[in-house]
């Protein structure tokens, strides 16, 4: 007896003296499994609890997700759905028996009760555990030729059309990206080959500082196509710490920078470059080089305070007026690599060396207090973004993983695993997109959630038209 053609093939056998008819074949990919086409069905979806079974290419194929629903299908196909509650079971089924379905119908010459009655085997333990697959880059931008270490969003408010891209790299060049045409619209070239670390733009709008390691901060006028250094601030450290800015008027703002002593961090009143300050430890303390800075200004208070991570893993609170820290904190074991606050909430968190990050509050003293940590995986956060809505935060972790976190409660939201190197910098648009810089060369852009929308519903990937579900954990 001769068995069955495989499915793929291209045709099945029917009974003798019939020509074979042309039906679906190929390969589908589900959830990491290798499996079957089915030919389509004039059917709604058919979910179960962990899949969907979905018209896509004039095939039925397994999709992630779905709660249950009612079947809409031919009669045919109701004893099959319900011998194949579980989409392990219809895998199985595929793989193992070579099963060929035409229209609901294994084969022309078995009955549905033949069919109905059929033995399924069990399935692996291993295609049961196998979890749904990561969210895929909404588009990966490529062509910096070297490790992108610092990200900057400029422009894309609501109503304002696609926001633009500022990245840094490794080889000293920074690179602005339309997230339109997904290419380079220019390449400013400022920093003598040495890596750019930081870069930040004005509220004016057409100015841009990019620090680099060559000791130098410059300032860029990107006004009508303009791709020039106006200005520029020496660094007296090779540190690793990015700069800050405080914006005032379109016409002074207010620069922290890291100073000239190892300890210390530099005030500036920008474009005079007019010292403010010096901000040095007290004698007794011993914090260390610092490794990240932040400006603010309270609502309440118009005073500048400036927010200091440190080599030790402390994060102290400045009061620039009055040159003194009003509080410090240990909130890590090892340096502080990143950190961001939320100055509406008076709330910060910051990753660091080792395997956990730390979310950290300011009272109504200015008295800072670590509020949790939340251990990783693995060790190593380079950068910390808080989303402008406040909703979700993301680090970028020296594991290759960008980790998305709700704001509010720490809950992991997603693992995102894409970049064959180390995540350098992460960073938020105003519309929500997530931009990740590597040193892979590649910078990934992330559609996760809308800025609108539930943190309780499920996070989805965008990739080439098609929507992936994602939980994972961090």
Known sequence: MRSPAPLGSGRRRGPPG????VVGGGRAHAGG????????????????GVATFCPAGGTWTLAPGGDRSAVSSRRSVDPLHRRFAQPQDLLTCLS??????????????????????????APPASMAASPLPPPDPQFVLRGTQSAVHALHFFGGAQGQGYPLLLSGSLSGLVHIWSLQTRRAVATLDGHGGQCVTWLQTLPQGH?????????????????EGRNAVVDSVALESMGFCR??????TQERWMLAMPGRGSDEVQILEMPSKTSVCTLKPEADAKPGMPMCLELWQADSNPRPLLLAGYEDGSVALWDVSERKVCSRVACHTEPVMGFDFDSQKTRGVSGSAEKALA?????????LQVCRTHELTNPGIADVKIRPDRKILATAGWDHRVRVFHWRTMKPLAVLRFHGATVHCVAFATDGLLAAGS???RISIWSLYPTHSDMSAPLLGHAEGREVGAHAVA
């Open 96 to 121: 193992r028996s070579q099963i060929q379905f035409d229209q609901g119908v294994q084969n022309p010459q078995k009955t549905e009760e033949e069919i109905s009655e059929m033995e399924v085997p």
């Open 207 to 223: 100015q841009l500082l990019s620090q680099g390691r060559d000791l130098k901060l410059c300032l860029w006028d990107l006004a």
């Open 359 to 367: 979310v950290w509050s300011l009272d109504e003293q200015q008295a």
């Open 33 to 48: 499994v290798a499996t079957r086409r089915v030919p389509a069905l004039n059917a709604a979806p058919v979910r179960t």
């Open 243 to 248: 700069s800050s800015v405080l914006a005032g």
């Open 18 to 21: 019939k020509r074979p008819r």
């Open 439 to 441: 040193g892979d060369q």
